[in-house]
């Protein structure tokens, strides 16, 4: 990344139009910063900058300007799109087509050879969420009679636009047959067949499979690239490491839009317009403003017993808070669990065994501790310090059996277990936990 001094030394020399000697900086600099740089131009200077580009290091530098594609393709010509498209593996022309409007999306299939265009409308077919969808076409695969020397010679001549060739894969008539990286090429005899030396064990998924899980497998294995099958076993493309962290990256920001009670949405902040954000927090606030008005019917309920003793007024909001917390910290590790693939729902009565002995550790605790606190700092009595020191206690088991066991559910029910997070919740136990304090308060004090 180029330091403050050097971003502003690009600048100057773009207001000085000095062209020439800002091209040599940016041949030698990294893509990902390149694109940075640009960002911080108006769209005028972008568009002269980045025609001063090589036309590879231009196509990767354009893969990185999330903000700016739209603008830069239409004040390309049709040859420097031509140029560009020429330049971009498959699977980042399909990002970029289902994020643009039907207009430019007309231009850029209408820059592409057939070939291409073939493969792009095939690809985006494929259902949005699917593997399919996020495949690459663009690999390099093998014959398992041929020999290392043989298939270094394959590798020399189709491997420069792959968008991978340390991991090469063996078809025969198309069907997926093993895996050999170049690393195990390289350590053997020119004369070795690859059928000897490949990996028949091989990891992969179906097109259709979730991309969510495909990432999971990513993680799990350690891979650099999966395989991809249609029904029959037959290779169809490759998804790439970078792909799956780029899934990781949107799922996580989507898991943290839906656990803070936000629609999701899969555009930067910025840009995301005052109106389009306020579209996509209002559901869930009028939800659970509306779900909240049952606290107060509750709260109206025990009017007379409140006015009777007015000191259980002061605990209220302690208690709600406390059990809304102990429900938001069983359900977040329980969902992050889950999204690991640490649990899944047969795990449920192992969950609840769990979170039920370290709720007995937590309230038995705070339940103390809220006991010695209203007697000598409240200075209330000790009827009324047990009143709310047995509340603490039952709210804290209620809202971790709850906020364990809500995600789970939701997941077997086909929802998102990040809907059930903190604020809905919260919410619940909120509810909960005043019909616990009142129904002890009741009893133990008579009223």
Known sequence: MHDNYEL?????????RKFRALREILIEMNEVDIAEFLDELEVDQELLVFRLLPKALAAEVFSYLEEDQEKLIAALSDRELREVLDELYLDDTVDLIEDLPANLVSRILRNTDATTRAQINQLLNYPKDSAGSLMTTEFVYLHPNNTVEESFARIRKVGLDKETVYTCYVTAGRVLQGVVTVKRLLLSAYETRISDIMETNVVSVTTHEDKEEVAQLFSKYDLTALPVVDGEDRL????????????MEEEATEDIEKMAA????????????????WKHRIPWLLLLMISATFTGTILGFFEEALAANAALTLFIPM????????????????????????????DCPRVIWKELRVAALCALTLGAVVFVKVMLVDRKDATVALVVALTIFLTIIVAKLIGC??????????????????????????ALSLLVYFAIATRVLGL
């Open 236 to 247: 169809v493309g490759i998804i790439t490491v970078d792909d799956a962290m780029d899934v």
């Open 319 to 346: 208690l709600m808070d406390t059990g809304g917390n102990s429900g938001g910290q069983a359900s977040v590790t329980v969902i992050r669990a889950m999204s690991l693939g640490d649990v899944e729902f047969a």
């Open 262 to 277: 936000i629609l999701p949405t899969d555009k930067p902040y910025f840009q995301t317009g005052v109106v389009e954000t």
């Open 8 to 16: 502003d030394q690009l600048m100057e020399l773009v207001r000085e």
């Open 405 to 430: 066991t809500l995600p789970m559910l939701a997941k077997r029910l086909g929802f998102d277990p990040a809907v059930m997070a903190s604020p809905f919740i919260t919410t619940v136990v909120d």
